[in-house]
């Protein structure tokens, strides 16, 4: 049997649930359910009747990578203000734009534009502060940071240790909604880097990693639909929008036999996925995102 | 009485499963931070951590995508020590590209992906190691 990845918490309800019946606490007189039917299998545990999933979002610092191997010029009118992070008063706003700002963080270190870079992760940092993720981008970390300005890998990797550090306390203390919104934040900034250099660097990798985020921007969908939160209604709404952007773009899949070579841990993916979206396409999904970012970051 | 009853009961359960949550949150922790050593530079980490707790023949999974032109690395870990984790990644057709179950349950592997694919990854714990419940942990790091 297979469940989903999902929110430790949702784990242990269903544990102690299973403890209840254990102890014999269960519904011992009407093993049937609210309408009288029998399960389907009694032998099933209940875990999975959760339905909660968990998606993964590739890393937004992957499609800055992209940007600047495809030889676009840093450009600083992409990035959202540092100064604005005080604009920011409510949790929701916070973890979208704490999502944004790790996706500058990450396009800044990658440019080496180090002296910027500081003050993004000052913002990064009172952001994480007021979310209650202090200890993820705290005083040491900051320190750290300093000391390996002008080692991009180093810089790189300690910035994303950080966000998988605030994404595993959020969802350890059954904030796993927060998490999904600094997701959501990171992947609409990074996107929003490749559509707005395709304008003034065309480029056909860059153009077939927008069309590659299909899957991505379904998967978002679902992660913040399941939540049910009534405030996530209008940005649900236009994620579900962009996903129907997303939907005539052609993927054509084709599995072909990987190769192992055992001596180096290494698995060679052989298969190719062929990605046809036209620039009208590009255009329509580069003009949604710059609005639901609009919306994010004002 | 049944009020009395059915109240010890409400406290009982209570007490479990704070108490076992705070467990599991621990373990989970302690696993997460020992799974950390095999996602080190060169490789990145893709900013997240895949938790679940397991019982028995259970396995969990998820869908990520795996971009063209990048090697991945997935490490995969439950308890404290490696291999007591059975990881596979699938394509979005359900083909195995890989299980570690072939590869004495190595804690980590490498994928060099040349062209983008959307994949499943499924964990379950090592019926071998003697554990009947675990949390499994998943990690997932990259290099261009």
């Given at each position: 049997?297979?469940?989903?990845?999902f929110?430790?918490?949702?784990?242990?309800?269903?544990?102690?649930?299973a403890?209840?019946l254990?102890?014999?606490?269960?519904?011992?007189?009407?093993?049937?359910?609210?309408?009288?039917?029998e399960?389907?299998?009694?032998?099933?545990?209940?875990?999975?009747?959760?339905?909660g999933?968990?998606?993964?979002?590739?890393?937004?610092?992957?499609?800055?990578?992209?940007?600047?191997q495809s030889?676009?010029s840093?450009s600083?009118e992409?990035?959202?203000?540092?100064?604005?992070?005080?604009?920011y008063?409510t949790?929701?706003d916070?973890a979208?734009?704490?999502?944004?700002?790790g996706?500058d963080?990450g396009?800044?270190?990658?440019?080496?534009?180090?002296?910027?870079?500081?003050?993004f992760?000052?913002?990064?940092?009172?952001?994480?502060?007021?979310?209650?993720?202090?200890s993820?981008f705290d005083e040491?970390l900051m320190?750290?940071f300093e000391?390996?300005?002008?080692k991009?890998?180093?810089?790189?990797?300690?910035?994303?240790d950080?966000?998988?550090a605030?994404?595993?306390?959020?969802?350890?203390?059954?904030?796993?909604?927060?998490g999904?919104?600094?997701?959501?934040?990171?992947?609409?900034?990074?996107?929003?880097f490749?559509t707005?250099?395709?304008?003034?660097?065309?480029s056909?990798?860059?153009?077939n990693r927008?069309g590659?985020?299909k899957t991505?921007?379904?998967?978002?969908?679902?992660?913040?639909?399941?939540?049910?939160?009534?405030?996530y209604?209008?940005?649900?709404k236009?994620?579900?929008?962009?996903?129907?952007?997303?939907?005539?773009i052609?993927m054509?899949?084709?599995?072909?036999e990987?190769t192992?070579?055992v001596?180096?841990?290494l698995t060679?993916?052989?298969?190719?996925?062929?990605v046809?979206?036209?620039p009208?396409?590009?255009?329509t999904?580069?003009?949604?995102i710059?609005?639901?970012?609009?919306?994010?970051?004002? | 009485?049944?009020?009395?009853?059915?109240?010890l009961?409400?406290?009982?359960?209570?007490i479990?499963g704070?108490?076992?949550?705070?467990?599991?949150?621990?373990?989970?922790?302690?696993?997460?931070k020992?799974?950390?050593?095999?996602?080190?530079?060169?490789?990145?980490?893709?900013?997240?951590?895949?938790?679940?707790?397991?019982?028995n023949?259970q396995s969990?999974?998820f869908?990520?995508?795996f971009y063209?032109?990048?090697?991945y690395?997935?490490?995969?870990?439950s308890?404290?020590?490696?291999?007591?984790?059975?990881?596979?990644?699938y394509?979005?057709?359900r083909?195995?590209?890989?299980?570690?179950?072939?590869?004495?349950?190595?804690?980590?592997?490498?994928?060099?992906?040349s062209s983008?694919l959307d994949?499943i990854?499924?964990?379950k714990?090592?019926?071998?190691?003697?554990?009947s419940?675990?949390c499994?942990?998943?990690?997932?790091?990259?290099?261009?």
């Open positions: 049997m297979a469940f989903k990845f929110p430790l918490t949702r784990s242990v309800c269903v544990l102690s649930i403890s209840l254990v102890t014999g606490c269960g519904p011992s007189k009407h093993e049937g359910n609210e309408h009288g039917e399960p389907k299998d009694s032998a099933a545990p209940p875990i999975v009747n959760i339905n999933q968990i998606f993964s979002i590739p890393s937004p610092v992957q499609t800055a990578m992209l940007i600047q030889g676009a840093f600083k992409l990035l959202n203000e540092p100064s604005k992070a005080a604009n008063q949790t929701y916070r979208l734009n704490l999502g944004v700002y996706a963080l396009y800044l270190t990658i440019y080496s534009e180090n002296n910027q870079a500081l003050a992760f000052a913002a990064v940092k009172k952001i994480g502060d007021q979310l209650g993720i202090a993820s040491k320190k750290r000391a390996n300005i002008g991009k890998d180093s810089i790189i990797s300690l910035v994303s950080a966000y998988r605030s994404d595993a306390y959020l969802k350890d203390s059954k904030r796993s909604e927060v999904a919104l600094i997701l959501a934040g990171g992947w609409i900034e990074s996107i929003h490749a707005a250099i395709l304008k003034t660097k065309p056909q990798e860059v153009q927008i590659e985020q991505s921007v379904n998967s978002i969908v679902k992660l913040l639909a399941s939540f049910k939160k009534p405030e209604d209008n940005l649900i236009q994620f579900k929008e962009l996903s129907a952007l997303f939907e005539n052609e054509k899949y084709t599995f072909v990987p192992t070579q001596e180096k841990q060679i993916i052989n298969s190719k996925t062929e046809k979206i036209t009208e396409q590009v255009q999904i580069s003009d949604k710059a609005s639901i970012r609009k919306s994010i970051v004002q | 009485m049944r009020k009395s009853i059915s109240l009961k409400f406290v009982f359960i209570f479990i704070l108490t076992f949550s705070k467990a599991s949150f621990s373990q989970c922790d302690t696993i997460a020992i799974c950390n050593k095999h996602v080190k530079l060169p490789f990145v980490s893709d900013g997240q951590s895949y938790r679940s707790l397991l019982l023949d969990a999974e869908q990520t995508t063209g032109g990048a090697t690395r997935l490490a995969g870990c308890g404290l020590t490696d291999g007591n984790l059975i990881f596979t990644l394509d979005k057709d083909n195995v590209l890989f299980t570690n179950a072939s590869q004495k349950n190595a804690p980590y592997w490498d994928f060099k992906v983008t994949c990854i499924e964990a714990l090592n019926p071998a190691s003697g554990n419940s675990g499994a942990v998943i990690l997932i790091g990259f290099k261009q």
